[in-house]
């Protein structure tokens, strides 16, 4: 009541209601109870410790128990006011935590804009989004955070959890990858858990699950949008009691082990669907990192394009030094669907193609040359570099040039895919010195 003049107020009424409507709502403060039915306000501090994303904690306690508020003080709350108190009181402390927060963020951000970084570890970039990425891997790489990351295919999901590995006190420890998609449902619980001898009909030995592998350093969930429920309901008690049972063992085992997982699904719509559960995904959406598509960071393509032609080219011990302009001008203009990996590759073709010091559009795989050629025609009318007629004449090229290729220079078959009949564009491709022998 006291401050819904001035804040947007949330209220909650345990440690889970709470814990949801952080993720759901990142409120910039947290005021909260000592003592609550089931889960205790140092519950929470405990779930929010680590987390560099997390809002400062003000920590409401009565006078007898002040002791607790010195123990939630060394678990990381900002403040804390025992009660009864006085509003004012409240209301100055509070506005002196946001005051606070928004300076360190001012100061951060201002921090970051002088310095841009080129790359972190093996993620390559210098636009604004990436930079904001590598300041998240690396605030959160200190701590033990879950990390959840998302994005298109090949937007570099696993590139990022290596670096938050790399980055972290962890970095001599192992890092295990495991690929939801890739384990038949049946075996995935021995797979991550492992199994005593003779658990199951086909386990002849003790194995070691991946959870234990990763002890003491990272384990990776690629693709964790494909786990099945059955699977989802054993992970997250894995998580939330930090400890695992093999398949046919006796005893819990204790883990030591910090959890990242990538996905390229939406899981908000796998929840809607029913086909995540929401309780996980609180639990590992702690911090969340949202890759960008490439086409959303086109200041990227150059930088990256020059760094996996060199790769290239010390691959193959040959190959074109550099890129020509018209060639970067094609990449740039292309969307990427496939994102980095798609580029990647798309030079890879480029280098065992070309012969020439320089790398040509004419070495880039066709379509993504294609891709914006109406583009360029219209920018090059518009500002006067190519007169009207000329442009119309070109598209007409590209669009039979296009058709006879994709018909493997069938002339029937390329007027049918066109809707002209097969005279006219005999006549065209005259017009235009197209042959097959082109
Ligand atoms: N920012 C980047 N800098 C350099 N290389 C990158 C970057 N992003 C991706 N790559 C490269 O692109 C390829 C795909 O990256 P990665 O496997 O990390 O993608 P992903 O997001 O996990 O894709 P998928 O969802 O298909 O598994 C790799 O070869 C990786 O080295
Ligand atoms: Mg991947």
Redesign the pocket.
Known sequence: MLLKDDCEVILTENVDQGLEALTRQRPDLIVLDLVMPERGGLDLLAELAGNPEAPPVIVLTGTQTLSTAVEAMKQGAADYITKPFEVEALRIKIRQLLEHRRLSREVEELRARVETQERLV????SSEPMQEIYRTIRRVAESKATVLIQ?E???????AARAIHQLSKRSGEPFIAVNCAGIQDSLIESELFGHERGAFTDAKQRRIGRFESASGGTLFL?EIGELSLGAQARLLRALQERQIDRVGGSQPIEIDVRVLA?T?RDLEHEISEGRFRSDLYYRIHVVPIE?PPLRERHGDIGL?AR?FLAKARQEADRGPERLSRAALAALERFPWPGN??EL?NAIEHAVTLSDGSVLEPEDLPRHVVEAGRVEQLRDAVREGDLDFDQAVADFERTLLDEALERASWNQTRAARQLGISRRALKLKMDRHGLAASD
């Open positions: 093996d993620l390559i970039g994005g295919s090949g937007t570099g999901k696993e590139l690629d990538a390229n890759l990256l760094h980095v990996r990647q």
